[in-house]
């Protein structure tokens, strides 16, 4: 659970980090977890976003990512239902009731791992109250050589931004210069949470280490869907704590008698189902 200080710091800026949500073993056996996985399907496309390249300067960078990975290791379904951070994604999104939208494991390779440059994740699945959000367990840590994750303190408040197509949704430099983003270090084991409003990018990785996370994409289930983007993702609308008092109106925005999201294209480019 997030105490009052935490939850004013969430309410001011939109994102809170919370130390150790996984112990320094779990985060290691998670961490050697998802290597395992990303060599077992052994995909070799490439999720990074077109814009990335003028975030690197310019560079050529590598991202490896497996999404719906709860469907490859138990592991993963077992944290997808852990009341350490269910209870905290209930918080920020003000409900205990806490429903799946989608899942990605990323590995930024060392030397050259790619960044995502500066967006927000409301335009690849706008909702109608922005009871949205997502958490990043950091699995090997993040420091900024690493590519950390960098936020704009309470820049959810200016709601929905106007955001740039070409290369996957980003925010033009000019109206959201980069710097403006804060670096979000991070140890093995913790989590960061972000309202899908809240602006952030992330650096490359330079280190002679794999940056290795886990983003958990949630939701109220009782807050709409105002398009079908991203409908197709394993598993959506599965609850992850409490209840759907809905009773499955909104699994999925293509979905709307409440069947399986199941059984859409097998999604892989970050271009179209980012975020
Ligand atoms: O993993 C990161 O560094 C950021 C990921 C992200 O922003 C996204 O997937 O939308």
Same mark, same amino acid.
């Given at each position: 659970m997030l105490n009052a200080e935490q939850m004013a710091d969430y309410e001011r800026d939109g994102f809170v980090l919370v130390k150790g949500v996984l112990t320094p073993e779990e985060a290691a056996a998670l961490r050697q977890e998802a290597h395992d996985v990303l060599a077992r399907i052994n995909d070799t496309s490439d999720p990074t976003w077109g814009s990335a390249r003028e975030a690197a300067g310019g560079r050529q960078t590598r991202l490896q990512h497996c999404h719906d990975t709860q469907f490859h290791s138990a592991a993963f379904s077992r944290l997808l239902v852990d009341r350490r951070w269910t209870e905290v994604a209930g918080q920020t999104i003000g409900t205990p009731n806490v429903q799946l939208h989608h899942t990605k494991l990323f590995v930024k390779p060392p030397e050259n791992g790619s960044p995502f440059p500066m %967006? +927000?994740? %409301? @335009?690849f699945f706008p909702h109608t109250h922005h009871r949205m959000g997502a958490v990043i367990f950091f699995l090997d840590g993040a420091s900024e050589e690493k590519g950390c994750l960098r936020v704009v303190p309470g !820049?959810?408040? /200016? #709601?929905p931004q106007e955001h740039l197509e070409e290369g996957s949704y980003h925010l033009s430099a000019e109206t959201w @210069? @980069?710097? +403006?983003a804060v670096p979000v270090p991070c140890e093995p084991g913790d989590a960061i949470f972000f309202s899908y409003l809240t602006v952030h990018s992330s650096g490359v990785n330079t280190s002679s280490e794999a940056r290795t996370t886990w983003l958990i994409q949630y939701r109220d289930p009782a807050d709409p869907p *105002?398009?079908? +983007?991203?409908? %197709? !993702? *394993? #598993? /959506? #609308?599965?609850? *992850?704590? #409490?209840?759907d008092p809905t009773g499955r109106k909104h699994a999925a925005a293509g979905d709307a008698t409440g069947g @399986?999201?199941?059984?859409g294209p097998a999604m892989g480019v970050m271009g179209t189902m980012g975020g």
């Open positions: %967006h +927000q994740d %409301h @335009p !820049s959810y408040k /200016q #709601g @210069p @980069p710097e +403006q *105002l398009t079908d +983007q991203h409908t %197709h !993702s *394993l #598993g /959506q #609308g599965m609850i *992850l704590a #409490g209840i @399986p999201a199941m059984g």
